[in-house]
C-alpha cells in the first residue's frame, strides 16, 4: 500500500503530469524549482528610462547576511525590451544592502527593459542552495520620490560556483491560451494606466486582454496604456504572468506589481 | 484564508478594494463582506452593509477603517456566531496561487497616494515568532519622512504590547527599542541615522507584516519587505532561516 502511495506521489510530481495538469488546468503548478541545486535565481526586474523616468535598484549581500560568506559578488545583466544585449555591470566588495541609480548616463538608452541580477562565491558550503534575491526597485519620475515594489517572476539563473548559465525556466508555460488572470484592483478613476509585461519564461508567451492581442518573445518586455478600466483580465498561456503597474492622477504616480 | 486591514492617520486616508473574484476564476456572489474587532475577550464578527461596493470589489473608504479592525470574506452560512474565542478559518476562498489580495492604498491629504497588494495570511495568526526586515530596502533618505507600518493579527482576542527593536547587524547592538500591540496596525517614524545597510527591524514574539511608506513632497512610497524565507528555494530554506533567527535573537535577548 504504502508503495503505491509513493508511486502515485512520484507521478503526481513527474513532469509529464505537471504538463497533463497545467494544460488541464488541474490542480497546476505554477513553478517548478524541483531537482535543482547551487543556482542563483533572478526575478525578471523592470528598467525604466523613459519619459524622465530613473530606476533605483536596492538588493542585499544574501550570501554574507544569511551565510556568513565574505567576499561574494554579483552580477547585473542589462537587456532592451526586445532582449538585446545591453551591458553587464559586475559589483564587488558589496554591503549588506546595495543600491544603484540605472539612468540614461548608465545605459545609454531612454526606454524600458529588463535586468538580472546573481550572485556568484568559491565557497562550496552552499552546493545544494537555490538563492532568489526578489530585491527592491523604485521607479521616480522626474526626480520626485522613488515608489517602490519588490522583484515579481522568477526568470533565469546560473550556477553559483562556477557561473554557467541553467537553461530551465521556473515559470511554467501551457500549450494554448488557457491561463486566466485578473488584476485583483480596479482601474478606475486614474488619468492613465500603463501595465509593464515581462516575459521571464524562453517560450513565446501569447497574451490578450481588454480586445488587446499581442506576442512576447523569449524575455521580452512590452508596455501597454489604458484608460479608465475597472477590471483587467488577463489570457496567455503562462501560469504566472503578473505586469508591474503605473497608474497616475493629478501629477501623482503610483508603482505596484499587480 | 486571508484576513484584510487598514491604517489610521490624521496625516493620511486609506482605502481598501477587496475583490470578489479569486483571480483566476469567476465572481463568487454567496461571498459577503465581514468584519472582526475585539469585543471584551471575544472576538465580534459583523456583516459589513454600508461600505461602497460594485460588481468586483468591496471599496472600504477611510471612514470604515480603523487600526484594530480587521476584514474578511465569507458565507452569510459560514458564519455561526457573532462573537468567538478565537478568529476562526471560515473557508479556503482566499486561498489561491498567485495570492488573493486586496488594493491597499495610502492617501496623503492633499497629496499624493500609494499602494500595495496586501494579504495577512490566516497561517501567520496562530503562530509566535519574530520579523526581520532591513530598514534601508525600501526607504528613502531623501524623503521628508519614512515609517514602518506594521500589523499583526493575532488568533486570540487580546492586545498585548510586545517588543520591536532596529538592530545593527554589524555591531550586533540594539539601537533603538519601542513597543508595538497586537491586533493593532502600528505605526513608527525612522530616523534617518537608523536608515543604514547593516540596520535591521526586528519584532519579539509575534509576527506581522512590514510595510514601509516614505513621503516626499506629497509623492509616496508604500511597499512590504519580503520575508527571509522568501530568499530561497531549496529544501534547507527553514533551517537557514532558523540560524538567522537564532542570531537574531542572541542580539535582542
Known amino acids: ?258 | 484564508m486571508n484576513f484584510f486591514f487598514g491604517f489610521k492617520n490624521n496625516d493620511y486616508e486609506t482605502e481598501l478594494q477587496i475583490p470578489k473574484f479569486q483571480n483566476k476564476n469567476s465572481i463568487n456572489k454567496e461571498i459577503n463582506l465581514y468584519s472582526a474587532k475585539i469585543s471584551g475577550k471575544l472576538w465580534e464578527i459583523n456583516k459589513i452593509k454600508n461600505s461602497d461596493e460594485d460588481d468586483y470589489f468591496y471599496f472600504i473608504k477611510d471612514k470604515l477603517i480603523d487600526n484594530k479592525i480587521i476584514y474578511f470574506l465569507a458565507k452569510d452560512s459560514e458564519i455561526k456566531k457573532s462573537k468567538e474565542e478565537k478568529l476562526i478559518k471560515y473557508n479556503k476562498f482566499t486561498e489561491t496561487s498567485p495570492a488573493f489580495r486586496a488594493n491597499f492604498i495610502i492617501k496623503k491629504r492633499n497629496g499624493g497616494f500609494s499602494s500595495y497588494q496586501s494579504e495577512y495570511p490566516f497561517n501567520m495568526t496562530t503562530k509566535n515568532g519574530s520579523i526581520t526586515s532591513g530598514t534601508a530596502s525600501l526607504t528613502s533618505k531623501s524623503a521628508n519622512k519614512n515609517y514602518i507600518i506594521f500589523r499583526n493579527i493575532f488568533i486570540e482576542p487580546i492586545e498585548r504590547p510586545f517588543n520591536i527593536y532596529f538592530i545593527n547587524l554589524k555591531t550586533n547592538k540594539i539601537l533603538k527599542k519601542d513597543q508595538f500591540f497586537t491586533n493593532r496596525t502600528n505605526i513608527i517614524e525612522i530616523d534617518n541615522e537608523l536608515l543604514k545597510p547593516e540596520i535591521y527591524f526586528v519584532s519579539s514574539n509575534y509576527l506581522g507584516v512590514p510595510v514601509y511608506l516614505s513621503e516626499k513632497n506629497g509623492h509616496l512610497s508604500f511597499e512590504h519587505t519580503h520575508p527571509p524565507h522568501e530568499y530561497f528555494m531549496s529544501q534547507n530554506k527553514f533551517k537557514i532561516i532558523k540560524k538567522f533567527k537564532s542570531e537574531i535573537n542572541k542580539i535582542i535577548n
Not at chain 1, 478613476?189 to 509593464?196: G, P, S
Open chain 1, 1 to 258: 500500500m504504502k508503495s503505491i502511495k509513493s508511486l502515485i506521489k512520484k507521478f503526481t510530481r513527474s513532469d509529464i503530469s505537471i504538463i497533463l495538469r497545467n494544460n488541464f488546468r488541474f490542480k497546476e503548478i505554477n513553478f517548478n524549482f524541483k531537482d535543482f541545486e547551487c543556482l542563483t535565481v533572478s526575478d525578471c526586474f523592470l528598467w525604466r528610462t523613459d519619459n524622465n523616468f530613473k530606476t533605483i535598484f536596492k538588493f542585499s549581500d544574501i550570501l554574507k547576511i544569511f551565510h556568513n560568506i565574505n567576499n561574494s559578488k554579483v552580477e547585473i545583466y542589462f537587456y532592451t525590451k526586445d532582449n538585446k544585449f545591453l551591458k553587464k555591470i559586475p559589483i564587488q566588495n558589496l554591503g549588506l544592502s546595495n543600491e544603484i541609480i540605472i539612468d540614461e548616463n548608465l545605459l545609454d538608452i531612454k526606454d524600458y527593459g529588463s535586468f538580472y541580477i546573481y550572485h556568484f562565491t568559491n565557497d562550496q558550503k552552499i552546493n545544494d542552495n537555490i538563492i532568489a534575491n526578489r530585491c527592491y526597485i523604485g521607479f521616480s519620475q522626474n526626480n520626485n520620490l522613488s515608489s517602490f515594489v519588490h522583484g515579481n517572476a522568477f526568470a533565469k539563473s546560473k550556477n553559483i560556483n562556477s557561473m554557467k548559465n541553467f537553461k530551465k525556466d521556473f515559470v511554467n508555460t501551457t500549450f494554448f491560451k488557457t491561463n486566466l488572470y485578473r488584476i485583483q484592483k480596479s482601474f478606475k478613476n486614474y488619468d492613465k494606466v500603463e501595465l509593464i509585461f515581462s516575459n521571464p519564461t524562453s517560450k513565446k508567451l501569447n497574451i490578450s486582454f481588454s480586445d488587446i492581442n499581442f506576442s512576447l518573445q523569449k524575455s521580452e518586455c512590452r508596455k501597454i496604456e489604458l484608460n479608465n478600466q475597472n477590471l483587467i483580465e488577463i489570457k496567455s498561456n503562462c501560469l504566472f504572468l503578473r505586469p508591474t503597474i503605473f497608474c497616475y492622477k493629478n501629477n501623482y504616480l503610483d508603482i505596484h506589481h499587480s
